[in-house]
């Protein structure tokens, strides 16, 4: 019995792991462009920071001293951080001005400070199971931000009755991983896992349901504006 649940937990946990890399890999398009420019245009920097404090944080979640038996949740935020550092850097790199450059290195190094206090005080001001309540509370609080983040992109599809800011395939891998990690919460029986989650496929619903709704009507529209996936 202890093996099956063992291989349920695995399996809700790699499945969350694939589906967050297709997430992960969602703004390739973006960086295609602006490689392609060697020019960030008029994209904007901060979502990839926020994403990387997110995913730094929910990575000392994941750690054994914080939360034991959560490495699935270490190994995809560890990845997704690699991937944020990445896209920052290329920002850096062709940043259109010496201010632009200079405003996202100095936000890097305020979400690095971030994550440093945030660590440290877990492990010097608490102990369990009090570290892995008050890292929890943080990795949760930065979760349901990151998962609201679309809700204004919603809004411009219901005004607009366009899905053309809003790609099927985002919306598709934050429904599969969300509710990939709720279930690995739920079997965890983990609240600061399977409560964010939980919040996030309803939003991933959302988003689905929006687009299989306005998307018959923006196929019949022919419209010029770029693809913007930051």
Not at 66 to 82: F, H, K
Not at 190 to 200: Q, R
Not at 204 to 226: C, E, F, I, T, V
Request: some cysteine.
């Amino acid at each position: 019995m202890d093996s099956l649940y063992d291989i349920s937990c695995f399996a809700a946990g790699l499945a969350g792991n694939i589906f967050a890399l297709a997430l992960f890999l969602s703004p390739v398009t973006t960086f295609k462009r602006i490689l392609k420019a060697k020019s960030t245009e008029r994209f904007d920097g901060l979502p990839y920071l926020l994403s990387l404090l997110n995913c730094l944080i929910c990575l000392w979640y994941g750690l054994p001293w914080v939360a034991d038996g959560r490495l699935l949740v270490a190994t995809v935020n560890g990845t997704g951080a690699v991937f944020q550092l990445a896209y920052i850097c290329l920002f850096v790199f062709y940043a259109d001005s010496r201010k632009t450059r200079m405003k996202i290195i100095g936000l890097l190094v305020l979400v690095v400070c971030g994550f440093a206090l945030v660590s440290h005080a877990s492990v010097f001001f608490f102990d369990q199971p009090l570290r892995q309540q008050f890292v929890g509370a943080v990795s949760m609080a930065s979760l349901i931000s990151m998962f609201a983040s679309p809700l204004a992109v919603m809004g411009v599809v219901i005004r607009s009755e366009s899905v053309e800011f809003m790609p099927f395939y985002l919306s598709l891998s934050t429904f599969l991983m969300s509710t990939s990690f709720a279930l690995y919460g739920l079997l965890l029986r983990d609240f600061f896992i399977y409560f964010p989650n939980g919040l996030g496929l309803i939003l991933g619903a959302m988003q689905l349901a929006l687009y299989a709704y306005y998307s018959r009507k923006w196929r019949g529209q022919d419209s010029s504006a770029p693809l913007l996936l930051a």
